[in-house]
């Protein structure tokens, strides 16, 4: 009877869900895209590529300033105006704190993590862990993700000349590499062991499926098998650690003091285990897990992308080349802390790279407080998610002049004339990803590192243009990035 009891609720739920009248924009006056049939188109949604949802989403209204959809039944505000991000993102901040996609902080072994905490939770944690991604502690592991870069230079001058290799599943191994480095404190060099379970776990957690995507419309899931194979790993680190004293330059040598702070200071009684800010073993378990989930396959996909411009861009890699020949020359012959820091075009042809592939094509915020929407009398109640169609700009001519061509000038500050708003990869605002100048530190090392060694080509197999994957959230290379490489000095 009960089961049959669950079954009614359930039915009469969806059917009210299914035939509810989508009228929720109309009413309060926004331009809006009433989805015909109800719930099915958004769950066709799911089957473009992200470029191509992103795309159709933000030139529907090219007039308007914001519009409203339904994500299944839930309405979403799009928005297509950069001042109007800049003031969700920045200046009204305290009206939109939270991210839409949160699991339960109660029943995940690793649910605390900052990209899904709410409110207070949030606030407390970003303020403790913002310290971990200062410069000063990105270059304190320097020497790691130059062991990184250079088991990548290493494969490469085990293959043979003219090989084509797939550049986006090295990229993978050496982005997790890094991030099992710097957040897990393991030495896995993945490059060269290919077989690791390490890797054939984290790869099947991120594997493309159309059945993931669209439950993950409703909740976010990761299998509970892949975070129990990761607390062990984290907890196996830290008993050695512990065992044989040893202290390492990494976020989870930071996370650690953190909680060792917050324990003796629940000891003298100044802070409880039930404080918003309490920095507790599951919080430490938590963001290990976070940081290697939210990092290695969005980095991954980043220097995989940067790899394939360069190579399909000769005259820029070119001058990419010269400057970090000149850098490096300058320091010895080394790639110091220092020169990472003057490989100014790296970084730009990064950025470019980001706008015409960015991991993540967008963000959102939840309406924290009632909003009014700047420049109208419209009010946005509490829960409303407001999705921000980053790649939508991206792809503007309006903000980026002939935008499929790569262009690194652009980004030089003395030719930058898009609005701050256009050009968002990792998010803007308190809540921006913590790990930008991580990210952007560690592709320099990986990527210099690889060009003062090889030249990167297109091969017979390259892919001119790319497709992305429609199975993936995240903006993600198909049939992968086949290149070739050639050795300096033998070209
Ligand atoms: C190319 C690589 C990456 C890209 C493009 C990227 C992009 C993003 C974006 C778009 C957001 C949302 C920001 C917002 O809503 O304003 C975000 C948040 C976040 N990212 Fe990244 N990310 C990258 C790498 C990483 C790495 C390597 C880590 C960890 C080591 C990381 C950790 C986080 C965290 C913890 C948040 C949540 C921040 C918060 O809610 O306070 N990301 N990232």
């Given amino acids: 009877m009960f089961v049959e009891c669950i079954c009614i609720i359930l039915i009469v739920y969806l059917l009210y869900k299914v035939y509810n009248p989508f009228d929720f924009w109309t009413k309060l006056g ?4 009433k989805p015909m049939p109800p719930i099915i188109s958004s769950i066709y949604g799911m089957t473009m590529s992200p470029r191509d949802g992103v795309l159709m989403a933000y030139n529907m209204f090219p007039k308007e300033r914001f519009f409203g959809v339904y994500n299944l039944w839930r309405p979403v505000l799009c928005l297509r105006d ?14 939109l704190y939270n991210r839409s996609i949160a699991p339960d902080a109660e029943t995940t072994a690793v649910g605390e993590q900052l990209a899904s905490l709410t409110d207070e ?11 971990t991604f200062t410069t000063g502690k990105i270059k304190g592991m320097h020497e790691q993700l130059k062991k990184c870069s250079e088991s990548l230079v290493k494969y490469l001058s085990k293959r043979e000349p003219g090989e084509s290799l797939e550049f986006k599943d090295l990229s993978s191994r050496v982005s997790m590499d890094v991030i099992a480095s710097v957040a897990f404190g393991l030495d896995l ?30 909740q976010p899931m990761v299998p509970k098998s892949m975070i129990q194979y990761f607390i062990d790993a984290i907890e196996e680190t830290l008993k050695y650690r512990k065992d044989n004293d040893i202290q390492r330059q990494d976020f989870l040598h930071l996370m650690t003091e953190l909680e060792k702070k917050d324990e003796e200071q629940k000891r ?22 976070a940081f290697f989930t939210g990092g290695f396959d969005t980095t991954g996909s980043a220097l995989g992308y940067l790899f394939y411009e360069l190579a399909i861009n000769q005259d820029e890699q070119d001058r990419i080349y010269e400057e970090i020949k000149s850098v490096v020359s ?11 820091g003057e490989l100014k075009l790296l ?21 924290t407080k009632p909003y009014q929407i700047p420049g109208t009398d419209i009010v946005l109640p509490v829960g409303v998610t407001i999705s921000i169609l980053g790649y939508g700009f991206n792809l503007d001519p309006q903000y980026f002049p002939e935008p499929d061509k790569f262009n690194i000038d652009r980004f030089n500050p003395e030719n930058i004339t898009f609005p701050k708003g256009a050009f968002i990869p990792f998010g803007d605002g308190p809540r921006r990803c913590i790990a930008e100048r991580f990210v952007r530190y560690a592709i320099r090392v990986i990527a210099a590192d690889l060009l003062m060694n090889y030249k990167l080509m297109v091969g017979p197999k390259t892919e001119i243009p ?3 994957d429609p199975r993936s959230f995240l903006l993600i290379p198909e049939n992968g990035v086949w290149l070739k490489v050639a050795k300096r000095g033998e070209i």
Avoid at 30 to 33: A, F, G, K
Avoid at 330 to 340: F, Q, Y
Wanted: hydrophobic share 40%.
């Fill in 347 to 367: 970084d730009y042809a990064l950025s470019e790279t980001l706008r015409i592939h960015p991991p993540a094509v967008g963000t959102d915020r939840v309406v």
């Fill in 82 to 95: 950069p001042e109007l991000v800049e003031r969700v993102l920045i200046n009204d901040f305290s009206h």
């Fill in 466 to 468: 790319l497709k992305y």
């Fill in 330 to 340: 300058k320091h010895d012959g080394v790639l110091t802390t220092e020169s990472v």
């Fill in 189 to 218: 060099d993945l490059i060269n062991n290919p077989g690791s379970e390490f890797y054939k776990i984290g790869k099947l957690a991120f594997r493309p499926s159309y059945v993931m995507k669209v439950l993950f419309l409703l």
């Fill in 30 to 33: 926004v331009v809006q895209v």
């Fill in 268 to 289: 003298k009684g100044t802070i409880s285990p039930g404080d918003p800010g309490f920095f507790s073993h599951k919080t430490l378990l938590s963001n290990a897990f």
């Fill in 121 to 131: 939770k949030w606030k407390a944690l970003r303020n403790k862990l913002s310290p």
